[in-house]
């Protein structure tokens, strides 16, 4: 499990205002067993950013250098939940990868609340929270 830095978590609740009322991403850069960064993303997504994100394949690319260059690890994701709870969508569970750590934020009324950590199980059926 990772400890999540509260510079990371603070830049998770102000992407998650500031995009408000669409969902917004980001991917979580580790070290040492912390996210110490979280890092903004665009949401690509053509589905309607209101309940929908996307981290597209270039950006990937773009998190695992960003990550490469201060010598951590891609750790897995970010997104906010508008006026919904901090929980994964079925959704969510159909664009999971494994072995990645997925935070989602509630945002109700442009105020971020609250925040919890998730992982895929193993056999794609669910969540865990972590």
Same mark, same amino acid.
């Given at each position: 499990?990772?400890? @999540? ?22 991917? @979580? ?90 992982? @895929? ?10």
């Amino acid at each position: 499990m990772l400890e @999540l830095g509260p510079d990371a978590e603070a830049e998770i609740r102000r992407h998650a205002a500031e995009t408000y009322p669409d969902e917004c991403c980001g991917a @979580l850069i580790a070290s040492a067993g912390a996210i110490v960064e979280a890092y903004r993303l665009p949401n690509t997504t053509s589905a309607g950013a209101r309940r929908r994100f996307l981290v597209g394949p270039d950006d990937y690319r773009l998190a695992e250098s960003r990550a490469r260059e201060q010598a951590a690890t891609l750790a897995g994701f970010y997104h906010s939940h508008p006026d919904h709870p901090a929980r994964p969508s079925q959704h969510d569970l159909e664009q999971a990868w494994p072995n990645l750590t997925y935070i989602i934020v509630a945002v109700d009324e442009g105020a971020p609340g609250d925040l919890r950590s998730w992982r @895929l199980l193993e056999d794609r059926s669910g969540f865990e929270e972590t």
